[in-house]
């Protein structure tokens, strides 16, 4: 199984996260920013890390992520999905 986090670069704008700061700061919270992010559980049938890693990039450039606009990030979860 791998965790995929698709963020927006920096300096793009994120308008779901201004809002959000806005909200926030409006129910009293002291927030100096919010930034949106998805998150991505993907359970593959590999038995290595490094495969599954390199499967999780190659989605990531053909699917979840724009690489214009956004950066992203891969952890591996061993043990679990059948990655050892």
């Known amino acids: 199984m791998v965790r995929v986090e698709v963020k927006l670069k920096k300096g793009h704008f994120d308008p779901e996260g201004d809002v ?3 909200s926030l700061r ?9 930034r949106v992010s998805k998150v991505y559980t993907v359970e593959l049938e ?5 495969r599954a890693m390199s499967l999780a990039r ?19 979860l061993a043990g679990e999905g059948g990655v050892n």
Request: proline share 6%.
């Open 46 to 50: 590999v038995n290595d890390k490094e």
């Open 26 to 34: 409006d129910l009293g919270f002291p927030v100096s920013g919010v």
């Open 20 to 22: 959000t700061t806005k």
């Open 58 to 76: 190659e989605m990531c450039r053909k699917l979840l992520a724009n690489p214009t606009k956004d950066d992203f990030f891969i952890e591996v």
